[in-house]
């Protein structure tokens, strides 16, 4: 493709940065939600704004498009009335900032927004949760994050912390969380949680959900017990979300999601039996669409466009 085709192909072009806890992925995305650029995925580098700024870069001058803004999605919170970062405990380099204090780029506007919320706003608008105004969004991995969108509008909390459902307490007498809790949600249905509890119940170190899921896959009875505990905690959150909320969707996206096949039977069993009726009527359960580009192309979508 030449240039100027490649310039009409990501025309309205919009960066969208996903700051993970050790990783960074970025790409170039068009309003429709299409990559037009490599999704860039990188570890962390400790002076993170200069990598982010090298990152839109290397991808400007590669694609030779024109980017109107920039979304990034940071794991913590985002103050709703100013826009402002609050707590990142992973990134502290980013806590308290202003988006206007953040240069990627000659003019480039920034916005901020949390990374679940991002996730949650990339399967809505592009992926698993297209055309329903009422979503939640389960996204499983190192932690579980969460979003919620209630007719059309994402909610935030007074101060950027709502639909924290990784730290929903399913035992409150499980396992203490680094939240100062103990039994959330993420201590047993996060990745980590479920390569953790498969490395103590077989004694064999495991470095995430991946090999227990390929371990379950191969017939391995521990493995399989692993997802389905998961599975039912995640299902009992989602159906005390889908009380609350009232969703025509649950998205489970994350890198949990690449064991849907594990995790769909006894998740979809467990939100039968933990949903009311009629809340239960129409509800879908569903895997991301975006895989790990989910933040990424949420986080573009709620770019600044002009
Ligand atoms: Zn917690």
New binding site residues.
Partial sequence: MSVPERARAGAGARLGVDVGGTSVRAALVDPTGVLVSPLVDAPRSPDLISQLSSIYHDLTDSQSVVVAGAGLAVPGSVDPATGRIGSVPTAPALQGLDPADIRLGPGLPIRVCNDANAATIGEWTHGAAVGARHVVGLFAGTGVGCGVVIDGVLLTGSRGLAAEA??LVVDPDGPP???G?QG?L?QFASGTAVARWYGEATGRSVPGAAEVARAARGGDPTARQAFERAARLLGVAAAGLANLFNPEVIVLGGGMAAAWDLLEADLTRAVARHTMPLTARGLRLAPGRLGRAAGVVGAAASAPAD
């Fill in positions: 990784g730290h969380c680094p939240c809790g959330c993420e």
